[in-house]
């Protein structure tokens, strides 16, 4: 473990709010300013800890190699980072994330799974707590699209890449969304969703194009590929479900769209009827399109 600190100490830079100590957090800075639209529920972070390497990682992986240090944008709860830090052990593995309670919630799974070579902190990805060249590999996971300057997050991962080093963006596009059966109550649902998440600026279909997005980024030998999130288990469509009545319970975005006139409590109750009605059909179907984009750094 005391080597690893040290490694930690040595690619750190102070750049302001940000501190070179990795056991101590930094200052109101940049990362304040981001609010997650999709909040920080329990049920939301319990959600994202189904996250695997495996699952949401697998078109990187081929590009990775034991030994490389990599820096993991947005890790949330860390098990997507964890899994990184297997993938490149002895490497170094540092996750960031704007939210203090999920880095905590990280470094508490990294400290019972026992993995030495991961660390994590609270930092924002558009003034990133490293020195250039840092990092041979750069991952981030639906994080661009709640971004409202994507090109300048991407130009930063760059800055702390090594010449030659390697990035994996992966994020979503609604566009190629489907669920069935289809019902009212959840058409209404991905309506006001789509709206709440674009009022906050995210946007839902950026990930067709991640290719571009690297291109002005500055980087080369940029490779697109597509994959699909799903649930097509009873299982996997209850738990599907039961986040998503558990995110509109408990984000505060939905409750100010009453507040704006959007919708009204009876119209989300109905929403949560719809959800668990559909998770429990014998017929229901979820899956989300999620692009994937690798690049080199020249």
Not at 6 to 26: K, L, W
Not at 196 to 220: E, K, N, Y
């Amino acid at each position: 473990m005391g080597d690893c600190l040290s490694h930690t100490n040595r690619i750190c830079q102070d750049r302001g709010h940000m501190t070179n100590d990795p056991n101590q957090e930094p200052e109101t800075g940049p990362m304040r300013a981001h609010r997650y639209v999709a909040g920080y529920s329990p049920a939301t972070i319990q959600h994202y800890t189904r996250r695997t390497v495996a699952c949401q990682a697998a078109f990187i992986l081929t590009h990775l190699r034991s030994g490389m240090t990599l820096l993991d944008c947005g890790c949330g709860p860390g098990t997507i980072t964890i899994g990184l830090a297997h993938t490149v052990a002895p490497g170094l593995v540092v996750g960031i994330d704007i939210e203090p309670q999920v880095v905590e919630r990280a470094r508490v799974l990294g400290w019972e799974q026992g993995v030495s070579t991961v660390h994590f902190h609270v930092a924002s990805s558009f003034a990133l707590p490293f020195a250039a060249g840092s990092f041979d590999a750069v991952f981030a996971h639906t994080l661009l699209q709640h971004l409202s300057r994507p090109i300048s997050a991407l130009k930063e991962m760059g800055r702390v890449l090594k010449s030659g080093g390697v990035i994996g963006i992966r994020t979503v596009d609604h566009g190629g969304r489907m669920i069935v059966p289809a019902n009212q109550g959840l058409d209404e649902y991905y309506d006001l969703h789509e709206r709440i998440w674009t009022h906050h600026g995210s946007d839902l279909r950026l990930g067709r194009h991640l290719r571009s997005l690297l291109r002005q980024a500055g980087f080369i030998r940029i490779e697109g590929s597509a994959s699909y999130d799903y649930a097509g288990t009873l299982a996997e469509t209850r738990a599907f479900a039961l986040a998503q009545i558990a995110r509109i319970k408990s984000t505060p975005a939905f409750h100010e769209a009453i507040d704006a006139g959007w919708v009204d409590q009876p119209t989300l109750e109905k929403m949560m009827v719809a959800w668990q009605e559909w998770g429990e059909h014998p017929d229901a179907f979820h899956a989300l399109a999620m692009c994937e984009v690798v690049g080199w750094k020249g």
